[in-house]
T-cell receptor
Framework: DGGITQSPKYLFRKEGQNVTLSCEQNLNHDAMYWYRQDPGQGLRLIYYSQIVNDFQKGDIAEGYSVSREKKESFPLTVTSAQKNPTAFYLC???????????????FGPGTRLTVL | GIQVEQSPPDLILQEGANSTLRCNFSDSVNNLQWFHQNPWGQLINLFYIPSGTKQNGRLSATTVATERYSLLYISSSQTTDSGVYFCAVVDTGRRALTFGSGTRLQVQP
């Protein structure tokens, strides 16, 4: 089945540790995205990538880093510089805007990160 | 950046009732999507609707791009419709979604 997978589902981190969240898609989409959701709020954009080996900061990129070495994968690292990392993290993918067809975004099931 | 406002923030319905959720946005958009977030956090795509009207079963949506709003209609609501409904847009100056703060819907039996 085509889709987006995220792992782990739940993640616990001690203060001062870096952690990496996985996002993989087999939809053959060029564009991938990371969003953060805090309780009772909408999603906010962390980073996005329109193509392999290229990515741009979103609205809340401080304390996060990404890489895009493969079309299928877009891992997110939450660094110790992120002051309040406890949140729900969602990954998405789409055909890039302007590439023809709908650029509808599809989301993975998310990772809940808790800092202890 | 573009602003997205959803109303009402909270809505309680009896099973079988109809409802209308509204999404206003402050600038021209290339993409507008409606999502339902279930209790486990999964975002379920309801509609991709930058303009026009679409229907899918008991749900339908209309976007009037020139007036910068979209409406989501839920008819004959069921308890399984409960959750948070988000509107999100892609404006001409950016290539990712900007989300509203959502409408939390509770359908009571």
């Amino acid at each position: 089945d085509g889709g987006i997978t995220q792992s782990p589902k739940y993640l616990f981190r001690k203060e001062g540790q870096n952690v990496t969240l996985s996002c993989e898609q087999n939809l053959n989409h060029d564009a991938m995205y990371w969003y953060r959701q805090d309780p009772g709020q909408g999603l906010r954009l962390i980073y996005y990538s329109q193509i392999v080996n290229d990515f741009q900061k979103g609205d809340i990129a401080e304390g996060y880093s990404v890489s895009r070495e493969k079309k299928e994968s877009f891992p997110l690292t939450v660094t110790s510089a992120q002051k309040n990392p406890t949140a729900f993290y969602l990954c998405a993918s789409s055909i890039p805007q302007g590439a023809g067809g709908q650029n509808e975004q599809f989301f993975g099931p998310g990772t809940r990160l808790t800092v202890l | 950046g573009i602003q997205v406002e959803q109303s009402p923030p909270d809505l309680i319905l009896q099973e079988g009732a109809n409802s209308t959720l509204r999404c206003n946005f402050s600038d021209s958009v290339n993409n507008l999507q409606w999502f339902h977030q279930n209790p486990w956090g999964q975002l379920i795509n309801l509609f991709y609707i930058p303009s026009g009207t679409k229907q899918n079963g008991r749900l339908s949506a209309t976007t009037v791009a020139t007036e910068r709003y979209s409406l989501l209609y839920i008819s004959s609501s069921q308890t399984t419709d409960s959750g948070v409904y988000f509107c999100a847009v892609v404006d001409t100056g950016r290539r990712a979604l900007t989300f509203g703060s959502g409408t939390r819907l509770q359908v009571q039996p």
